[in-house]
């Protein structure tokens, strides 16, 4: 395994924390400076890491020992941000979604391109036991030739328990760019890229009651849909009806399922690493459960970032800045569709991704 390469992070956040404890574990990275616009926050996030710096944003574009920017930052400022580090010779590598829209992040692949530098994009969550392993019993040929899939994200919002969830009701917000990545990447990486998408959308309340924190009891404006429901027709020619919605209450429906001609697979929540697969061949033989099969062990947020330092140059990382702007146009086109009344064709493809053979935690990345 070769040295390190050295990270810098913009936006020390609530999801920073954990970034922080996978790069802190992780042979192939090394974090050497934090950026944020609340200083007091960076210095208290990095305390118990030794040696990391806290500097602000031009410094450490400027800082040659960063080798890529991990972009932590809200999703209106991802191209921004992004684009700051291009410009200054660094790989980027974003929080999803890859920008506020699907313009912005085309426009941060083409600097990419023009500066060859690389541009990555979580989430990392399929790169985990759960989502590779339904992959692996798909390439397998497990449920023979797959015809379609559901993936279904229910809750009555983030107000309930963030303290500050204004941008999730706000553009760039919602149920559908807020959660869709991971529903969207994983479908992506189970059935390959989108071709048309069919949309609907609704938004039951004007207001929002933030439930707890310092500002509890406040109203917050909401101008985004908070139910969207598709239909995506893969280039496979497989269908995935999706759900993703801020005003449930909660459901039993699987988070995903994949059907094919032989069987049926219930795949794990997306938003996590792990989890349990479920095979049926039909309804007399039940449900059992796969063993972990592909995928990285007791992953964690970051692992992602270290699949795409560890990628051999010319090649196209597992979480390429490419898929992500795919799954965020394939998103746009759903709303866009959903305001239409008409069908939307996607314009961007992407391959599908390269599967993760079973990686334990004791073998390097970069050595699979």
Known sequence: MGQPVNVGIVGCGAISAQ?????????QLRLVAVADLDLDRARAAVRPYAGVD??????????????????LTIPAAHAEIAL?????????????PLAATAVEAAGMLRAADAAQVRVGCAPDTVLGTGTQTARKAIDDGLIGRPVAATATMMTPGHERWHPNPDFYYAPGGGPLL???????????TLLGPVATVIGAASRTRAKRTIGSGSRQGEEIPVTVDTH??????????????????????????????????????VVPDPNYFEGSVLFSKGREDGWQTLPAAAGYVGAGRGVGLADFASTPAGEEPRTSGTLAYHVLDVMESLLTSAHS???????STCERPPPVDLTEPSQNIDSM
């Open 19 to 27: 970034y922080f404890q996978t790069i802190d574990r992780l042979p």
């Open 54 to 71: 806290v500097l602000s944003v031009a410094e450490m574009m400027a800082d040659p020992r960063v080798g890529v920017v991990l972009n």
């Open 84 to 96: 700051q580090a291009i410009a200054a010779g660094k790989d980027v590598y974003c929080e999803k």
């Open 178 to 188: 807020d959660m869709g990545p991971y529903y969207i990447t994983s479908l992506v």
């Open 228 to 265: 969207v429901s598709g239909v995506l027709v893969h280039t496979s020619g497989a269908l995935s009806t999706l759900v993703m919605s801020f005003d449930g209450t909660a459901t039993k429906a699987p988070n995903i399922e994949v059907h094919g001609e032989a069987g049926s697979l």
């Open 341 to 347: 009344g008409a069908a939307a064709n996607i314009t």
